[in-house]
């Protein structure tokens, strides 16, 4: 166990519905990242939050949003699924805005089905 | 603009063969860390080294060697006397500072199959 906790394990839902993935941050981490990995573009950075506040943006698309909340547990949001968005959605954490530390803890991930 | 390239898209070795897997990276920061992750078909990524910019040094673990080369932007990984267990996909990613946040670019990934 990571201790950063991710919810659902996986999820499968239908062309233009809405869902939201949950991530629990390790214990004291400030910092939560979001990732996606899909067979088309690999790996890619969604979203940084840091202490509730948003940081920076990468390849996200205007159908997704985030936010973290004042217990530090942040929340993806994906609306208008297309198929396109199966994926598997990752959150990581980690203690500073910076690597200070070891760099981050991955959770194990949210497996998004969309049918 | 950051970048990693993983140019071996699939490697497949036979059981106690050793295998070097590349990572060449571009990054215009001047402080930066690079990562290995392996992540097996159960889908998590799992830490294997993290190596700042200003440390050259090799390191080995176990039967793991890590290579990084600044002179030619590389982090090689090296697995020695392969094991079916090491079967996965593995990623390399880059982290620095210039854009404000320390988010990771990783590689495409390369896919490791170590056959018995």
């Known amino acids: 166990d990571s201790g950063v906790t991710q919810t659902p394990k996986h999820l499968i839902t239908a062309t233009g519905q809405r869902v939201t993935l949950r991530c629990s941050p390790r214990?004291?981490?400030?910092?939560v990242y979001w990732y996606q990995q899909s067979l088309d573009q690999g790996l890619q950075f969604l979203i940084h939050?840091?202490?509730?506040?948003?940081?920076a943006k990468g390849n996200i698309l205007e159908r997704f949003s985030a936010q973290q909340f004042p217990d530090l547990h942040s929340e993806l949001n994906l609306s208008s699924l297309e198929l396109g968005d199966s994926a598997l959605y990752f959150c990581a954490s980690s203690h500073t805005m910076g690597q200070m530390d070891y760099g981050y803890t991955f959770g194990s991930g949210t497996r998004l089905t969309v049918v | 603009a950051q970048k990693v390239t993983q140019a071996q898209t699939e490697i497949s070795v036979v059981e106690k063969e050793d295998v070097t897997l590349d990572c060449v990276y571009e990054t215009r920061d001047t402080t930066y860390y690079l990562f290995w992750y392996k992540q097996p078909p159960s889908g998590e990524l799992v830490f294997l080294i993290r190596r700042n910019s200003f440390d050259e040094q090799n390191e080995i673990s176990g039967r793991y060697s890590w290579n990084f080369q600044k002179s030619t932007s590389s982090f090689n990984f090296t697995i020695t006397a392969s094991q079916v267990v090491d079967s996965a996909v593995y990623f390399c990613a880059l982290s620095g500072n210039g854009s404000g946040t320390y988010k990771y670019i990783f590689g495409t990934g390369t896919r490791l199959k170590v056959l018995a």
């Open positions: 939050y840091y202490n509730g506040e948003e940081r």
């Open positions: 214990s004291g981490d400030l910092s």
